[in-house]
């Protein structure tokens, strides 16, 4: 296991903590600004696990910002600035928050997870065994686990503040955001993760799916925000090895999923402490997400 420390999100002070997620924390940056921070906390099954996993912060600030910038064409994203020079008092003499910090746009967010799939796996393939559908939506019959979609399907979910997420319809997303934004909700995502996952096919990486999160800017302006195509939002294989019939191995979160899974834990908190050597194994499939899709390696 690495000797590096994991960051876990002190309070900076002198400034107003606005709300603490289970990994990120967002602060009050100015008018109409926030400052958003990623910590090394890890969660599961909605629950944080203990300890987390070193850099990790950085690995999903670095990578948001390689998609942010790589895919800015298809819509506009909350980012203003990233480096601590550029970043207001108290945010850019504070300790620990190089390479994890990001200086955003508020938005209103819309109250939905989107979610986009081009493959079969995971809850979707356990719903498709059962109704022949994923989230309502009909599939051709006789699919394996693990197939490729046809075409990418939107899958939209409510936003729990306690809890799980639900699925939901696009007829409730509609009743939810109005028809108008979730078209483009739906657009969008499908557009983004169709454009992502051709960029990662190309450097040995399958985007299984993915989620996003959107906010409406002060003229009703769609805003791409939170995250973007992390091992935490994402599921990633590996080109060379992927064959449908099993759930493959992933570059992601669900090899903690998995390894919870194995320990018999009733996904009640509190969960097990990590194992040092799956903490570690975490560590490096984040770092290796971002240098098969960055083509470039994370320096911390």
């Not at 639900?166 to 939810?176: V, W």
């Not at 060379?240 to 018999?264: C, H, I, M």
């Amino acid at each position: 296991m690495t000797t590096r420390e994991v960051f876990s999100g002190a309070p900076i002070a002198g400034a107003h903590l606005v709300k603490r997620g289970k990994v990120r924390d967002v602060y009050a940056a100015g008018p109409g600004r926030l400052l958003i921070v990623a910590s090394d906390r890890i969660s599961a099954f909605d629950v944080v696990l203990e300890p987390g996993i070193p850099d990790k912060g950085i690995v999903l600030t670095q990578l948001s910002n390689f998609w942010f910038e790589a895919l800015s064409d298809v819509v506009s994203n909350h980012l203003l600035a990233t480096q601590p020079a550029d970043l207001p008092e108290p945010f850019a003499s504070a300790d620990g928050l190089h390479g994890r910090a990001s200086l955003v746009r508020a938005v209103r967010i819309a109250p939905a997870e989107c979610i986009v799939r081009g493959y079969l796996v995971g809850s979707g393939w356990k719903e498709y065994q059962a109704t022949g559908t994923v989230c309502g939506i009909r599939l051709p019959p006789d699919l394996h686990q693990a197939d490729r979609l046809p075409e990418p399907i939107f899958t939209p979910s409510t936003k729990a503040a306690t809890g799980h997420d639900e699925n939901i319809g696009f007829d409730r997303l509609t009743e939810l955001v109005g028809g108008n934004v979730a078209e483009e909700l739906r657009r969008v995502s499908v557009e983004l993760y169709t454009r992502a996952a051709r960029l990662a096919q190309a450097r040995g990486l399958i985007i299984a799916d993915t989620k996003f999160e959107f906010g409406l800017d002060e003229d009703g302006g769609l805003v791409w925000a939170d995250e973007a195509l992390t091992p935490d939002s994402s599921r990633f294989w590996d080109v060379a090895t992927y064959a449908p019939g099993s759930n493959p191995p992933s570059f992601d979160k669900q090899f903690v999923r998995d390894w919870l899974e194995s320990t018999g834990w009733n996904k009640q908190p509190p969960a097990p402490p990590l194992a040092p050597e799956i903490a570690a194994r975490t560590r490096e499939l984040y770092f290796e997400a971002y240098r098969r899709i960055t083509g470039r390696p994370l320096a911390v």
